[in-house]
Protein backbone atom coordinates (compact mmCIF):
# COMPACT_ATOMS: atom_id res chain seq x y z
CA UNK A 1 0.00 0.00 0.00
CA UNK A 2 0.92 2.67 -1.27
CA UNK A 3 2.19 5.69 1.85
CA UNK A 4 1.14 9.38 2.42
CA UNK A 5 3.57 11.84 2.32
CA UNK A 6 3.73 14.53 4.68
CA UNK A 7 3.33 17.18 2.11
CA UNK A 8 0.20 15.58 0.96
CA UNK A 9 -1.26 15.28 4.62
CA UNK A 10 -0.33 19.33 5.21
CA UNK A 11 -2.17 20.38 1.79
CA UNK A 12 -5.81 18.11 2.78
CA UNK A 13 -5.63 19.87 6.19
CA UNK A 14 -4.81 23.46 4.36
CA UNK A 15 -7.80 22.11 2.07
CA UNK A 16 -9.94 21.16 5.10
CA UNK A 17 -9.23 24.41 6.85
CA UNK A 18 -10.11 26.24 3.93
CA UNK A 19 -13.46 24.93 3.46
CA UNK A 20 -14.24 24.88 7.49
CA UNK A 21 -13.41 28.85 7.15
CA UNK A 22 -15.22 29.45 4.21
CA UNK A 23 -18.21 27.52 5.55
CA UNK A 24 -17.82 29.77 8.87
CA UNK A 25 -18.02 33.33 6.97
CA UNK A 26 -21.12 32.23 4.75
CA UNK A 27 -22.49 31.35 8.17
CA UNK A 28 -21.28 34.05 9.86
CA UNK A 29 -22.05 36.70 6.66
CA UNK A 30 -25.42 34.91 6.67
CA UNK A 31 -26.44 35.19 10.43
CA UNK A 32 -25.56 38.77 10.07
CA UNK A 33 -27.26 39.75 7.46
CA UNK A 34 -30.63 38.20 8.94
CA UNK A 35 -29.87 40.52 11.94
CA UNK A 36 -29.43 43.26 9.86
CA UNK A 37 -32.62 42.77 8.18
CA UNK A 38 -34.60 42.09 11.36
CA UNK A 39 -33.24 45.40 13.40
CA UNK A 40 -34.22 47.18 9.56
CA UNK A 41 -37.27 46.23 9.67
CA UNK A 42 -37.98 46.40 13.40
CA UNK A 43 -36.64 50.58 12.73
CA UNK A 44 -39.05 50.45 9.72
CA UNK A 45 -41.95 48.98 11.47
CA UNK A 46 -41.52 51.55 14.63
CA UNK A 47 -40.74 54.79 11.93
CA UNK A 48 -44.38 53.52 10.01
CA UNK A 49 -46.05 53.56 13.57
CA UNK A 50 -44.58 57.12 14.51
CA UNK A 51 -46.88 59.94 12.93
CA UNK A 52 -45.05 62.00 11.05
CA UNK A 53 -46.47 65.99 11.90
CA UNK A 54 -45.48 69.21 10.08
CA UNK A 55 -43.67 71.65 11.62
CA UNK A 56 -42.89 75.27 11.68
CA UNK A 57 -40.83 78.33 13.69
CA UNK A 58 -43.18 80.70 14.78
CA UNK A 59 -43.49 84.18 13.26
CA UNK A 60 -41.75 87.04 15.12
CA UNK A 61 -43.48 90.10 14.57
CA UNK A 62 -42.15 93.63 15.79
CA UNK A 63 -43.30 94.72 19.13
CA UNK A 64 -44.76 98.11 17.88
CA UNK A 65 -48.18 97.44 15.78
CA UNK A 66 -51.13 99.22 14.63
CA UNK A 67 -54.44 97.91 15.24
CA UNK A 68 -56.88 98.52 11.39
CA UNK A 69 -60.07 98.66 12.26
CA UNK A 70 -63.15 99.18 10.05
CA UNK A 71 -65.39 102.17 10.21
CA UNK A 72 -68.19 104.56 8.73
CA UNK A 73 -68.12 108.03 8.74
CA UNK A 74 -70.58 109.92 9.95
CA UNK A 75 -71.95 113.73 10.05
CA UNK A 76 -71.14 115.02 13.42
CA UNK A 77 -75.21 116.16 13.39
CA UNK A 78 -77.66 115.02 10.99
CA UNK A 79 -81.39 115.52 10.97
CA UNK A 80 -84.26 114.98 8.81
CA UNK A 81 -86.34 118.27 8.54
CA UNK A 82 -89.98 118.05 8.77
CA UNK A 83 -93.02 120.35 8.39
CA UNK A 84 -94.91 121.51 11.28
CA UNK A 85 -97.80 122.74 9.77
CA UNK A 86 -100.36 121.20 7.01
CA UNK A 87 -100.87 122.35 3.29
CA UNK A 88 -99.07 122.50 -0.40
CA UNK A 89 -95.72 123.00 -0.88
CA UNK A 90 -95.28 126.70 -2.62
CA UNK A 91 -91.50 126.43 -3.49
CA UNK A 92 -88.38 124.84 -2.23
CA UNK A 93 -85.27 127.23 -2.50
CA UNK A 94 -82.27 124.62 -1.95
CA UNK A 95 -81.37 121.11 -3.28
CA UNK A 96 -78.91 118.49 -2.22
CA UNK A 97 -75.09 119.58 -2.29
CA UNK A 98 -76.13 122.83 -1.39
CA UNK A 99 -74.37 124.17 2.31
CA UNK A 100 -76.74 126.43 4.38
CA UNK A 101 -76.67 128.16 7.51
CA UNK A 102 -78.44 128.35 10.66
CA UNK A 103 -81.94 130.69 9.86
CA UNK A 104 -81.77 129.84 5.83
CA UNK A 105 -84.95 129.27 4.24
CA UNK A 106 -85.39 126.22 2.99
CA UNK A 107 -88.82 125.93 1.61
CA UNK A 108 -92.19 127.96 1.92
CA UNK A 109 -95.82 126.03 2.72
CA UNK A 110 -98.95 126.97 1.30
CA UNK A 111 -101.59 126.90 4.52
CA UNK A 112 -104.51 128.61 4.04
CA UNK A 113 -106.13 127.21 6.93
CA UNK A 114 -103.80 128.38 9.21
CA UNK A 115 -104.01 131.73 7.88
CA UNK A 116 -107.94 131.89 8.15
CA UNK A 117 -107.52 131.08 11.99
CA UNK A 118 -105.18 133.20 12.47
CA UNK A 119 -107.54 136.17 11.46
CA UNK A 120 -110.71 134.52 13.40
CA UNK A 121 -108.44 134.61 16.38
CA UNK A 122 -107.22 138.12 15.75
CA UNK A 123 -111.08 139.09 15.63
CA UNK A 124 -112.03 137.08 18.81
CA UNK A 125 -109.26 138.80 20.63
CA UNK A 126 -110.47 142.24 19.38
CA UNK A 127 -113.74 141.19 20.90
CA UNK A 128 -112.52 140.38 24.37
CA UNK A 129 -109.90 143.21 24.46
CA UNK A 130 -113.27 145.99 24.24
CA UNK A 131 -115.31 143.78 26.41
CA UNK A 132 -112.36 144.10 28.62
CA UNK A 133 -112.20 147.68 28.17
CA UNK A 134 -116.34 148.19 29.22
CA UNK A 135 -115.83 145.86 32.34
CA UNK A 136 -112.65 147.95 33.33
CA UNK A 137 -114.75 151.04 33.31
CA UNK A 138 -117.67 149.65 34.43
CA UNK A 139 -115.85 148.08 37.38
CA UNK A 140 -114.19 151.21 38.28
CA UNK A 141 -117.21 153.50 37.96
CA UNK A 142 -118.85 151.03 40.63
CA UNK A 143 -116.09 151.06 42.74
CA UNK A 144 -115.99 155.06 42.89
CA UNK A 145 -120.03 154.92 43.49
CA UNK A 146 -119.33 152.46 46.42
CA UNK A 147 -117.13 155.27 48.36
CA UNK A 148 -120.80 157.02 48.80
CA UNK A 149 -122.86 154.74 48.92
CA UNK A 150 -124.87 154.79 45.64
CA UNK A 151 -124.52 150.99 44.95
CA UNK A 152 -124.35 148.32 46.44
CA UNK A 153 -121.58 145.86 47.80
CA UNK A 154 -122.89 142.57 45.98
CA UNK A 155 -122.90 145.05 42.78
CA UNK A 156 -119.27 146.03 42.77
CA UNK A 157 -118.27 142.68 43.97
CA UNK A 158 -120.21 141.28 40.45
CA UNK A 159 -118.71 144.09 38.38
CA UNK A 160 -115.26 143.24 39.41
CA UNK A 161 -115.71 139.64 38.54
CA UNK A 162 -116.99 140.14 35.34
CA UNK A 163 -113.90 142.14 34.60
CA UNK A 164 -111.48 139.54 35.81
CA UNK A 165 -113.25 136.92 33.86
CA UNK A 166 -113.12 139.83 30.38
CA UNK A 167 -109.36 139.54 31.28
CA UNK A 168 -109.07 135.59 31.25
CA UNK A 169 -110.78 135.68 28.30
CA UNK A 170 -109.08 138.39 26.29
CA UNK A 171 -105.74 136.17 27.79
CA UNK A 172 -107.17 133.21 26.59
CA UNK A 173 -107.82 134.92 23.32
CA UNK A 174 -104.24 136.50 23.22
CA UNK A 175 -102.37 133.69 23.60
CA UNK A 176 -104.75 131.66 20.66
CA UNK A 177 -103.36 134.06 18.19
CA UNK A 178 -99.54 133.73 19.17
CA UNK A 179 -99.75 129.59 18.94
CA UNK A 180 -101.09 130.58 15.38
CA UNK A 181 -98.75 133.01 14.49
CA UNK A 182 -95.97 130.52 15.67
CA UNK A 183 -97.79 128.03 13.29
CA UNK A 184 -97.83 130.22 10.83
CA UNK A 185 -93.98 130.60 10.99
CA UNK A 186 -93.74 127.47 10.33
CA UNK A 187 -95.23 127.92 6.84
CA UNK A 188 -91.20 129.19 6.10
CA UNK A 189 -89.11 126.09 6.59
CA UNK A 190 -85.12 127.05 7.67
CA UNK A 191 -82.42 125.38 8.49
CA UNK A 192 -81.56 124.42 12.59
CA UNK A 193 -78.18 124.12 12.33
CA UNK A 194 -74.91 124.94 9.90
CA UNK A 195 -74.57 121.94 7.22
CA UNK A 196 -75.24 120.31 3.83
CA UNK A 197 -78.21 119.61 2.32
CA UNK A 198 -78.01 115.44 1.66
CA UNK A 199 -81.54 114.92 0.21
CA UNK A 200 -84.66 116.54 -0.80
CA UNK A 201 -87.78 114.50 -0.64
CA UNK A 202 -90.54 116.85 -1.77
CA UNK A 203 -91.16 119.26 -4.68
CA UNK A 204 -93.93 122.35 -5.76
CA UNK A 205 -97.32 121.03 -5.09
CA UNK A 206 -96.74 117.94 -2.79
CA UNK A 207 -99.39 117.76 0.28
CA UNK A 208 -97.77 118.43 3.38
CA UNK A 209 -98.95 116.74 6.25
CA UNK A 210 -97.03 117.83 10.05
CA UNK A 211 -97.58 114.08 11.56
CA UNK A 212 -100.77 115.21 13.75
CA UNK A 213 -102.58 112.13 12.67
CA UNK A 214 -100.01 110.45 10.76
CA UNK A 215 -96.46 109.52 10.37
CA UNK A 216 -95.34 112.80 8.48
CA UNK A 217 -92.78 113.00 5.39
CA UNK A 218 -89.58 114.61 6.15
CA UNK A 219 -88.36 117.11 3.37
CA UNK A 220 -84.80 117.54 3.80
CA UNK A 221 -82.20 115.49 4.99
CA UNK A 222 -79.54 118.23 6.77
CA UNK A 223 -76.15 117.20 8.14
CA UNK A 224 -72.92 118.84 9.72
CA UNK A 225 -70.00 117.52 7.95
CA UNK A 226 -67.40 120.51 9.63
CA UNK A 227 -66.77 117.44 11.74
CA UNK A 228 -67.01 113.91 11.46
CA UNK A 229 -67.57 110.96 13.47
CA UNK A 230 -66.35 107.57 13.25
CA UNK A 231 -67.48 104.74 15.36
CA UNK A 232 -64.77 101.42 15.62
CA UNK A 233 -65.42 98.26 17.58
CA UNK A 234 -61.85 97.64 19.08
CA UNK A 235 -61.51 94.34 20.29
CA UNK A 236 -61.59 93.18 23.75
CA UNK A 237 -57.93 92.67 24.15
CA UNK A 238 -56.53 95.77 22.80
CA UNK A 239 -59.38 98.27 24.63
CA UNK A 240 -56.37 99.61 26.88
CA UNK A 241 -54.92 101.01 23.77
CA UNK A 242 -58.16 103.09 22.84
CA UNK A 243 -58.27 106.21 25.30
CA UNK A 244 -59.88 109.74 24.76
CA UNK A 245 -56.43 111.61 23.26
CA UNK A 246 -55.13 109.35 21.56
CA UNK A 247 -54.16 109.94 17.60
CA UNK A 248 -55.68 108.16 14.71
CA UNK A 249 -54.92 108.12 11.54
CA UNK A 250 -57.94 107.27 8.91
CA UNK A 251 -57.57 105.94 5.77
CA UNK A 252 -59.92 105.61 2.68
CA UNK A 253 -60.24 103.77 -0.99
CA UNK A 254 -60.64 106.66 -2.80
CA UNK A 255 -57.60 108.76 -0.90
CA UNK A 256 -54.65 105.79 -2.19
CA UNK A 257 -51.39 106.85 0.02
CA UNK A 258 -52.72 109.46 2.33
CA UNK A 259 -54.03 109.64 5.67
CA UNK A 260 -56.32 112.03 8.07
CA UNK A 261 -55.09 112.57 11.53
CA UNK A 262 -58.09 111.85 14.25
CA UNK A 263 -58.89 111.78 18.15
CA UNK A 264 -60.40 109.32 20.04
CA UNK A 265 -62.82 111.52 22.12
CA UNK A 266 -64.64 109.13 24.30
CA UNK A 267 -65.81 105.49 24.47
CA UNK A 268 -69.08 103.20 25.70
CA UNK A 269 -66.63 102.62 28.64
CA UNK A 270 -68.44 99.03 28.55
CA UNK A 271 -67.41 96.06 26.56
CA UNK A 272 -70.38 94.47 24.48
CA UNK A 273 -70.45 90.98 25.68
CA UNK A 274 -71.88 89.95 22.06
CA UNK A 275 -68.94 90.76 20.40
CA UNK A 276 -66.27 91.92 22.87
CA UNK A 277 -65.39 94.86 21.88
CA UNK A 278 -65.67 98.21 23.34
CA UNK A 279 -67.07 100.73 20.76
CA UNK A 280 -64.84 103.98 20.44
CA UNK A 281 -65.90 107.30 18.72
CA UNK A 282 -63.15 109.43 17.13
CA UNK A 283 -63.86 112.76 15.38
CA UNK A 284 -62.28 114.03 12.27
CA UNK A 285 -62.24 117.84 12.05
CA UNK A 286 -63.42 117.65 8.04
CA UNK A 287 -63.15 122.11 7.49
CA UNK A 288 -61.87 121.32 4.59
CA UNK A 289 -64.91 118.77 3.22
CA UNK A 290 -62.49 116.48 1.93
CA UNK A 291 -64.02 113.21 3.56
CA UNK A 292 -67.94 112.62 3.06
CA UNK A 293 -70.48 110.97 5.87
CA UNK A 294 -71.69 107.42 4.99
CA UNK A 295 -67.84 106.57 3.87
CA UNK A 296 -65.98 103.64 4.36
CA UNK A 297 -62.77 104.21 6.73
CA UNK A 298 -59.96 102.57 8.08
CA UNK A 299 -58.72 103.40 11.71
CA UNK A 300 -55.13 103.13 12.58
CA UNK A 301 -54.81 102.79 16.11
CA UNK A 302 -51.01 102.49 17.52
CA UNK A 303 -50.83 100.35 19.83
CA UNK A 304 -48.25 99.93 22.54
CA UNK A 305 -45.00 98.45 22.42
CA UNK A 306 -44.59 95.43 24.55
CA UNK A 307 -42.49 92.14 24.60
CA UNK A 308 -42.05 90.42 21.21
CA UNK A 309 -44.63 88.48 19.95
CA UNK A 310 -45.34 85.70 16.81
CA UNK A 311 -47.74 84.46 14.91
CA UNK A 312 -49.03 80.63 13.91
CA UNK A 313 -51.56 79.17 11.28
CA UNK A 314 -55.07 79.08 12.61
CA UNK A 315 -54.21 75.38 11.33
CA UNK A 316 -52.29 75.02 14.58
CA UNK A 317 -55.22 75.61 17.07
CA UNK A 318 -56.82 72.78 19.46
CA UNK A 319 -59.93 73.45 21.15
CA UNK A 320 -60.00 71.36 23.67
CA UNK A 321 -62.32 71.45 26.91
CA UNK A 322 -59.31 72.45 28.47
CA UNK A 323 -58.92 75.58 26.55
CA UNK A 324 -56.71 76.40 23.73
CA UNK A 325 -53.78 74.13 22.93
CA UNK A 326 -50.89 74.25 20.71
CA UNK A 327 -49.26 70.97 19.40
CA UNK A 328 -45.09 71.31 19.74
CA UNK A 329 -42.28 68.79 19.10
CA UNK A 330 -39.95 68.83 22.29
CA UNK A 331 -37.32 65.84 22.37
CA UNK A 332 -38.97 63.87 19.69
CA UNK A 333 -42.43 63.90 21.77
CA UNK A 334 -45.59 65.91 21.07
CA UNK A 335 -46.51 68.45 23.97
CA UNK A 336 -49.99 70.52 23.97
CA UNK A 337 -49.29 74.16 25.71
CA UNK A 338 -51.66 76.65 26.66
CA UNK A 339 -51.46 80.24 24.86
CA UNK A 340 -52.83 83.30 24.90
CA UNK A 341 -53.79 84.62 21.70
CA UNK A 342 -53.54 88.64 20.30
CA UNK A 343 -55.31 89.92 16.62
CA UNK A 344 -56.89 87.89 14.42
CA UNK A 345 -55.07 87.70 10.84
CA UNK A 346 -57.26 85.88 8.73
CA UNK A 347 -54.94 83.08 7.97
CA UNK A 348 -52.90 83.48 10.92
CA UNK A 349 -53.17 84.73 14.37
CA UNK A 350 -51.12 86.30 17.22
CA UNK A 351 -49.34 84.56 20.01
CA UNK A 352 -48.76 86.86 22.90
CA UNK A 353 -48.01 84.44 25.28
CA UNK A 354 -47.09 80.65 25.30
CA UNK A 355 -44.47 80.39 22.71
CA UNK A 356 -40.95 81.24 21.28
CA UNK A 357 -39.79 81.88 17.72
CA UNK A 358 -37.68 78.59 18.36
CA UNK A 359 -40.44 76.39 19.33
CA UNK A 360 -41.39 73.81 16.81
CA UNK A 361 -45.11 73.74 16.59
CA UNK A 362 -46.85 71.00 14.89
CA UNK A 363 -49.21 72.98 11.71
CA UNK A 364 -51.49 70.80 11.18
CA UNK A 365 -52.35 68.75 14.28
CA UNK A 366 -54.54 65.76 14.18
CA UNK A 367 -57.38 65.79 17.08
CA UNK A 368 -56.82 62.59 18.69
CA UNK A 369 -52.94 64.07 19.32
CA UNK A 370 -51.61 63.97 23.02
CA UNK A 371 -49.13 65.17 25.24
CA UNK A 372 -46.36 62.63 25.29
CA UNK A 373 -47.15 60.97 21.83
CA UNK A 374 -43.36 60.30 19.81
CA UNK A 375 -43.89 62.17 16.78
CA UNK A 376 -41.22 62.41 13.50
CA UNK A 377 -40.87 65.76 12.04
CA UNK A 378 -40.72 67.27 8.52
CA UNK A 379 -40.42 70.94 8.30
CA UNK A 380 -43.21 72.93 6.50
CA UNK A 381 -42.20 74.88 3.25
CA UNK A 382 -45.17 77.48 4.54
CA UNK A 383 -44.63 80.07 7.20
CA UNK A 384 -46.84 82.10 9.28
CA UNK A 385 -48.19 84.97 7.90
Known sequence: ?????????????????????????????????????????????????????????????????????????QAFVSAPIYARTNGYLKKWYVDIGEHVKTGQLLAEIDS???????????????????????????????????????????????????????????????????????????????????????????????????????????????????KLRVFVNVPEVDSQSARPGVQVDLTLDEFPGRSFRGTVVRTAD?????????????????????????????????????????TIPVSALLFRAEGLRVGVVRSGLAELIPVTLGRDFGTSVEVVAGLHPGDWVIANPADSLTTGTPVRMVESKVEAK
Open 270 to 310: AIDPTSRTLLTEVDYDNARGELLPGAYVQAHLKLPSGGTTV
Open 1 to 73: MKKTSPGMIAGILIVILLVAASLGIGIHTGIRTRVEATGSLTRDTQQSSTPLVSVEHPKSIAPSQELVLPGSA
Open 112 to 226: PEIDQQLAQAKADLATAEANLRLARTTADRYQNLLKSDSVAKQDVDEKIGDRDAKQAVADSAAANVKRLVDTQAFERVIAPFDGVITARKTDIGNLIDSGANSAGKELFDLSATD
